[in-house]
């Protein structure tokens, strides 16, 4: 099995211990072992005498006995205890899929949630979550996306880097679907009991029956990423016994100590739920009026879960922005680039205690970029920009040599392809065709894409025409299909 690097943590062990201020944490703020201790009397004299010997590979009973408190409907016996969720992820893949088996992996999401499959040799397709409709899942999306291989649906709810929670009606029926279609439903619950709401929680997919596998952590909503302690609960005594089989040739068995102390965290899960709940909603007061202060730069879908979000650079490259503001700043964001995530999003930490002043060195950072920096007013493009913003400079002159231009769309050995939306259709056609006139043209800004089969003939097509140089686009296409992610305003083409 060939893994490719894995983006978002190379990413982090190059910044994380030596950047002040991390605006991009996945997880909620930790405590100290004696923070921890101290919920319960006689835990800390129970931590010092834990024998330092093998433990139970299944995890220790008593564990998952607490664990079990998360669910409606498990029992010690359907919790499987890991050294992570990053273990169990890794194991369930191996698993209960093989060479040439299809999945359904929700989109944008963590890179082992389809790399490891991709290893084994399995095809993914990614079921895509879309900001410009809340970063919601279509259903009918999910049953184009079905094929006679297909084994496994994998989804992460609520979601790692949105911060989208499904409804309870679409939940309902996605567990639905499933089962009709006896698949396999890897239900990613890291974040779940983070909600803002509570009213709006799911029940956990492993409550609906034996197609389902629930994902939980300490690290996520509890705070607690040091313990090292994961778990899967589900009924599919299959799952179950192929996994703890697997797992005698990982870690065999968990730490000791992280059992004891994780066993003390979900006896007082609560108050570790209610001290990170009100740590992110701190943090969600300032970073809304920090957005509302920068709209002309950043947007964002507002998170329903969750200690993170995935706000959009509106103006320059995220890439040269994040990496211009922590080698200035000494703040850390991540670029959506580690989601493979190609129209300028980042993710946002919202669980770290020191996020306000996070936030505060970050309105320094833009705010020493205004005053060093005159705006520069383009006539032919109407649009104003900052030089020193990264990557605007060169953004503004590629739009600017595309709205001169005016350059038709020309697009080699593209089969005729239609992405529809409710204010116009684009139409791209074969080669040596030209883009037809579009209807109701005057500023329109919306987000069309359009789901395709991946093969391995990838064309990468030039793209220039008049658009406004703040709207970025990016194109690749297959031998017959167009993958597209549009946020551009079209003109009609001015004849010079």
């Not at 060479?99 to 993914?124: F, M, R, T, W």
Request: hydrophobic content about 40%.
């Amino acid at each position: 099995m060939n893994l490719p690097p894995f983006k978002l943590e190379r990413y982090f062990a190059k910044y994380e211990f030596n950047t002040e201020f991390l605006l991009c944490s996945s997880d909620c703020e930790a405590m100290s072992i004696a923070d921890l201790l101290a919920f319960e009397e006689g835990a800390a004299e129970k931590l010092q005498n834990t024998w330092l010997g093998y433990t139970e590979s299944q995890g220790s009973p008593a564990l998952r006995k607490e664990i079990c408190n998360i669910y409606t409907t498990m029992q010690p016996e359907n919790i499987l205890v890991h050294t992570g969720a990053g273990e169990a992820i890794y194991l369930f893949m191996h698993a209960m899929l093989k060479d040439n088996d299809h999945i359904i992996v929700h989109s944008p999401h963590y890179q082992s949630l389809s790399e490891v499959a991709k290893g084994i040799g399995c095809q993914i397709s990614p079921w895509l979550a879309r900001e410009e409709n809340d970063w919601a899942l279509d259903l009918n999306e999910l049953r184009h996306l079905m094929r006679t291989t297909t084994k496994a649906v994998i989804i992460n709810m609520p979601n790692n880097p949105t911060g989208y929670l499904m409804s309870r009606t679409d939940f309902d029926e996605l567990n639905k679907f499933v089962q009709e279609k006896k698949l396999l439903l890897f239900s990613d619950e890291v974040y779940r009991e983070s909600e803002y709401d509570p009213a709006i929680r799911l029940p956990a997919a492993c409550d609906y029956g034996e197609h389902a596998v629930s994902l939980g952590v300490t690290s996520k909503t509890y705070g607690l990423a040091g313990l090292r302690i994961g778990w899967i609960a589900t009924k599919n005594k299959k799952v179950y016994e192929n996994m703890a089989s697997l797992k005698d040739y990982t870690t065999i068995c968990n730490s000791a100590p992280s059992e004891l102390l994780a066993e003390v965290a979900m006896r007082h899960r609560q108050k570790l739920i209610d001290r990170n709940l009100g740590i992110i909603k701190t943090n969600l007061a300032v970073v809304d009026d920090f957005f509302a202060a920068h709209s002309s730069l950043f947007t964002w879908v507002r998170p329903q879960a969750g200690s993170m979000g995935f706000p959009k650079l509106l103006k320059g490259d995220i890439e040269k922005f994040c990496d211009d503001l922590v080698r200035k700043a000494g703040v850390l964001l991540l670029p959506g680039t580690m989601y493979d995530d190609s129209r300028n999003h980042f993710r946002l930490g919202l669980g770290r205690k020191n996020f306000p002043q996070g936030i505060e060195r970050l309105n320094e950072y833009l705010g020493k970029k205004q005053v060093h920096d005159s705006p520069i007013f383009c006539k032919i493009c109407n649009y104003s920009y900052f030089p020193s913003i990264a990557g605007e400079s060169e953004h503004h002159e590629k739009f600017h040599e595309s709205a001169v231009k005016g350059i038709q769309i020309r697009i080699s050995k593209l089969d005729r392809v239609i992405a529809k939306n409710n204010d116009y259709q684009l139409i791209i056609i074969d080669s040596n065709s030209t883009l037809p006139q579009f209807n109701r043209l005057n500023k329109i800004s919306k987000f069309i894409s359009a789901s395709l089969f991946r093969d391995n003939f990838t064309y990468h097509v030039r793209l220039l025409f008049p658009v406004v140089p703040e709207h970025k686009f990016f194109l690749l296409c297959t031998k017959s299909r167009i993958i597209g992610y549009f946020d551009i305003k079209f003109f009609p083409k001015k004849h010079r």
